[in-house]
């Protein structure tokens, strides 16, 4: 069992910065592949970034890649979203999930998930 807390969020102007967290609870979350998803309003939740559990690979959204980068601390439990050059259009939930079937861009391989952190982008 892993719970994830994601922490964070909040209100930024365009062409800011935040990094979000996410803290996981439970000893085997080292063997967990690490996801980040987002969901504005009205639409559907869409992948963000994904981590392997070895660090060794990452994954982004064409709409994300070299504005954000997701790392991750075994020895803390912790995962992590930087986020920089924000853009409205990144305003949504954020959400970290953890899969065992290893860092992939669906959402059906994340078995457990965080409540979410909510980033707003004001233009």
């Known amino acids: 069992q892993v719970q994830l807390v994601e922490s964070g969020g909040g209100l930024v102007q365009a062409g800011g910065s935040l990094r979000l967290s996410c803290a996981a609870s439970?000893?085997?979350?080292?063997?967990?592949?690490m996801g980040w998803f987002r969901q504005a309003p009205g639409k559907a939740r869409e992948f963000v970034a994904a981590?392997?559990?070895?660090?060794?690979?990452?994954y982004y959204a064409d709409s994300v890649k070299g504005r954000f980068t997701i790392s991750r601390d075994n020895a803390k439990k912790t995962v992590y979203l930087q986020m920089n050059s924000l853009k409205p259009e990144d305003t949504a939930v954020y959400y970290c999930?953890?899969?065992?079937?290893?860092?992939?861009?669906?959402?059906?391989?994340?078995?457990?998930w965080g409540q979410g952190t909510q980033v707003t982008v004001s233009s």
């Open positions: 439970g000893r085997t979350f080292s063997s967990y592949a």
């Open positions: 981590i392997s559990w070895s660090v060794i690979s990452t």
């Open positions: 999930a953890a899969g065992v079937s290893g860092a992939s861009r669906r959402p059906v391989e994340y078995e457990y």
